[in-house]
């Protein structure tokens, strides 16, 4: 399957999913993290134990879920717990390998905004808000963000800081951006088919830093792009 069949969308969730191929448990929440992490399970990762915020551990869903509290998770899942037993048992002591997060901005140290889109005290936009993602960034022991790659997202510096998530990596759908080990401000380490670095630093809200040894995204097999429209398909 050529890269150009594939969306910058579809690209994004098969490079996350790669990701999770030597994960033991992924914690998700809804959107193209679930979608991802629900790949993984059937290309890279069968043994992958998903984890959603409302309490279901284990969950094998076969479409993507309409929220957490969607009735398949609980239905598919090896057990379900009380949020409260989610968080104090498995999530603070770090019994989740991995974590998925989203927001609607990000800045160059990789923290996370999810509350509020201008002043706090009178927003342009009122988001979902923090919910977990702070406690899940500190237990878990690693943590991606999933995220659209664009000056809106992107921002040299956040409208309201809701978690300091210091990531692994961020996956976009233009590339994947890591922390520098000098300071931990993120770098683009890889490109996806197609894309460009000037396209990449057109779209971030500070001048990108740029990988010395910069890699490039094995284009998606016909079997990941399958998979995965079958799934949002379904």
Not at 19 to 34: E, H, K, M
Not at 103 to 124: E, F, M
Not at 174 to 180: A, F, N, Q, T, Y
Not at 205 to 228: C, F, I, K, M
Request: with cysteine; aromatic share 6%; glycine share 8%.
């Amino acid at each position: 399957m050529s890269a150009e069949a594939a969306t910058a969308g579809e690209v994004q969730t098969i490079v996350a999913a790669r990701l999770l191929a030597d994960a033991r448990s992924c914690f998700i929440g809804v959107g193209r993290p679930s979608t991802a992490a629900i790949l993984a399970r059937a290309i890279v990762n069968p043994e992958l134990v998903l984890v959603y915020e409302s309490g279901t551990i284990g969950a094998k869903p076969y479409k993507i879920p309409l929220s957490i509290g969607d009735g398949e998770l609980a239905a598919t899942a090896d057990f379900v717990v009380p949020v409260v037993e989610m968080f104090n048992y498995w999530i603070q002591p770090g019994r989740i390998d991995v974590a998925f997060l989203g927001a609607a901005q990000v800045d160059r140290q990789g923290s996370l905004n999810s509350t509020v889109i201008g002043d706090y005290d009178a927003p342009k936009t009122r988001l979902p808000g923090a919910g977990g993602a702070p406690e899940i960034a500190t237990g878990c022991d690693r943590v991606m963000v999933v995220a659209p790659h664009s000056k809106r997202t992107f921002v040299e510096r956040l409208d309201f800081l809701t978690t300091r998530a210091a990531p692994e990596a961020v996956i976009t759908d233009l590339g994947v951006l890591e922390p520098d080990p000098r300071d931990g401000e993120l770098t683009l380490t890889r490109l996806h088919p197609g894309v460009t670095v000037e396209a990449a630093r057109e779209a971030t809200g500070w001048a990108l830093r740029v990988a010395e040894d910069l890699r490039h995204t094995d284009p998606p097999t016909e079997d990941e792009l399958s998979a995965l429209r079958e799934l949002v398909a379904r």
